[in-house]
């Protein structure tokens, strides 16, 4: 099968060997991909990861032993508990310590014609929702995440900076909850897909920065953006950190501690409730779709998902 493999490099190989499912997986035709950056990032050494990469589609199952499943339009969960611990017993496999994560850690992405996962991470796809628009469940997962960790009163305001795909999703998320919503960010023509279903957006050079939000989420992956976003968190505030930040400089943490802000880690999230709002036209995530490539030109759609004018780069398979 046709795959894409990070080992020492990003190739397309075109006789990959197919997946085998083991006992109680399905094994799935991929019709869908999303490039996400934690993609790339792994493609600079992030988690040591090699092999198939991807870990954002829909699919067809093809077998499963739960016969109901068999020709279904489907996506899955990518963390893989051991269904054994006390994470797995309360539904949170991402935090499992013997889990594989797809494409990430440990088990065979994707990006390829082909994926196995098991049944019980698949969830079917409900008819109103297109593969190009359920792609992005796993994303919108993560965003909703944030309203699982932390409880934001609807008077109160929210403040993320970042205007990439996770900013922008996460302010679409929030703001379909009735939540008061501002995205910040640096490119006019991103922010614009977030205002034009109802979200205030600002550019960052025409914010002033100020104690003046109950919670913050930082979505720009810098150190800077951390910066601000504590300059912006008010005395016993939220800041809750939506990308993962490798600090390649000092910075002060003392304003944390003297304005007693609450600094909440969040990562991966529910596919159903995510699901739901797809289905419920709540959100349009279709004008993110920046490119859509066959599987024949992926390496030509990571290229293009490195470019600042990129929002989310899809890929085909046939």
Known sequence: MKAVVFDEGLKLENNYPLPVPQKGEALIKVTTIGICNTDYEITKGYMGYKGVLGHEFTGI????????????????????????????????????????TLGIWQREGCFAEYVALPEKNLLVIPDNVTDNEAVFVEPLAAALEILEQI??????????????????????????????????????????????????????????????????????????????????????????????IAASKEFNLAPVVVDEITIVGSRCGQFAPAMRILASKRIDVNPLVSDIYPIEKSIEAFERNKEKTSVKVLVKVD
């Not at 990518?78 to 269904?83: A, H, P, Q, Y």
């Not at 109160?156 to 919503?181: Q, S």
């Not at 913050?216 to 601000?228: K, L």
Request: proline share 2%; aromatic share 4%; with cysteine.
């Open 61 to 100: 199952v093809e077998q499963a032993d739960n016969k109901e499943l068999i020709g279904k339009r489907v996506v899955g969960e990518i963390n893989c508990g051991c269904g054994e611990c006390e994470w797995c017993a309360q539904g949170l496999e991402r935090h499992c310590f013997n889990r594989s």
């Open 151 to 244: 409880h934001i009163p609807p008077y109160k305001k929210v403040i993320i900076l970042g205007d990439g795909k996770l900013g922008i999703i996460t302010a679409l998320a929030l703001n379909a909850c009735n939540l008061d919503v501002t995205l910040v960010g640096k490119h006019e023509e991103k922010l614009a897909l977030a205002k034009a279903q109802g979200v205030k957006t600002k550019l960052l050079n025409e914010l002033k920065v100020e104690k003046a939000y109950d919670f913050v989420v930082e979505a720009t992956g810098s150190i800077s953006g951390f910066e601000t976003s504590v300059a912006l968190t008010k005395p016993r505030g939220i800041l809750v950190l939506k990308s993962t």
